[in-house]
């Protein structure tokens, strides 16, 4: 028995200094101290032991027992550290050496000139809708009183899908679809990318982006209209901004004008931006027009109101002195930083 014992431990001992990881100094355990171990079949075997012998050989047993116990833990305590000093060595941070310059985005001098017109609108009570970009003819065209043989459907001036769907060329059809769902009165913009087929050039592009207004309720006057807009020109370039209406014709408004605003660079004196003329073109409007208005399922003789169209590339152009539109597309970072 004694032999065995010693046999069982000397076998241990090379197994444990045998083990390389963790999972093995493991299996060693379970081989033999575990319940189907070789030390636990030596303890089941104390049966045959003579009385008298009994305590001699258990205590040999448990003195086995701790010997192989004790070796394990210091194996597995080396191991541990090993690991830990290892990881710690990889880890190491050398606080003297430059931090990582982390590159943060920002907003696309499209996106702030957009935000600023919708706090702007939002301010005075609108709602912002959005539409679909692909568009059936009827809510670009028909809906807003322009004709099927009307020349802004020609085929060069309009991206189509098929016969009766196109790329919308403008927002206003987000205005018929949020008048046909008859809920008035109406405040709203529309802000969305349109297309129409233009040559790239510094002031035209196949896609850009519009941000339609629409104000619908009884008793709305062109003084409504004036009023509006002209708050607006003076959050967005500054108090002393002055409009000036223009008479001028669209299909779907009726009367129409256009809009300018006095130039904030000059002040209206005249300068370079504003050609001389102390006057910038910011953006068509109109009463509805009572057609259009009949089109929606609103009656004209009860409700009526007004629509402005504006441009927002030619604010983001007019508000950061930018020269040429294709600019804004490149999404060159150098130049997008500038804002
Ligand atoms: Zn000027």
């Known amino acids: 028995m004694k032999e065995k014992l010693s046999v069982i431990k000397e076998e241990a001992i090379r197994q444990i200094q045998g083990a390389d ?16 171990g070789e030390l636990t079949a030596v303890l089941k075997g104390m049966k045959d032991v003579s009385p008298e012998d009994r305590p001699m050989v258990g205590q040999l047993v448990n003195e086995t027992r701790e010997a192989i ?20 060595r990889e880890e190491v941070i050398d606080v003297t050496l430059p931090a990582k310059k982390n ?108 941000i339609e207004g629409l104000v619908i309720d009884k008793n709305i006057t ?18 002393e901004t002055k409009v000036k209406f223009r008479p001028h014709h669209f299909q779907f408004t009726e009367p129409s004008a256009e809009v300018d605003v006095t130039c904030f660079k000059c002040g209206g004196k005249g300068c370079r931006m504003c050609k001389g003329s102390g006057w910038i073109e910011i953006l068509g409007c109109g009463m509805v027009h009572p057609n259009v208005l009949r089109m929606s399922g609103i009656d004209p003789d009860e409700y009526n109101g007004f629509a402005f169209g504006i441009g927002l590339e030619r604010i983001a152009l007019l508000k950061y002195e930018i020269d040429d539109m294709r600019l804004l597309y490149e999404n060159d970072v150098r130049f997008l930083k500038q804002f």
């Open 69 to 88: 116990e004790s070796l394990l833990d210091e194996t597995k305590d080396k191991m541990e550290k090993v690991a830990r000093e290892a990881r710690l």
């Open 103 to 210: 590159d943060v985005g920002h907003r696309h001098p499209n996106t702030i000139a957009l935000e600023e017109v919708e706090r702007i609108f939002v301010g005075m009570g609108y709602e912002v809708v959005e539409g679909p970009e692909v568009e059936y003819d009827y809510y670009n065209f028909e809906a807003l009183n322009i004709p099927a043989n009307h020349p802004a459907k020609d085929e060069q001036d309009t991206f189509y899908v098929n016969s009766n769907i196109v790329l919308r060329t403008q927002t206003s059809p987000v205005q018929v679809r949020t008048m046909e769902q008859g809920h008035l009165p109406i405040r709203m913009i529309a802000p969305g990318r349109v297309f129409r087929s233009d040559e790239v050039d510094a002031t035209h592009s196949p896609s850009f982006h519009q």
């Open 222 to 239: 062109f003084a409504d209209l004036k009023g509006t807009l002209a708050q607006f020109a003076k959050e967005l370039f500054g108090e």
């Open 21 to 36: 990881t963790l999972e093995k100094l493991n299996e060693v355990r379970v081989a033999f101290l575990g319940k189907k």
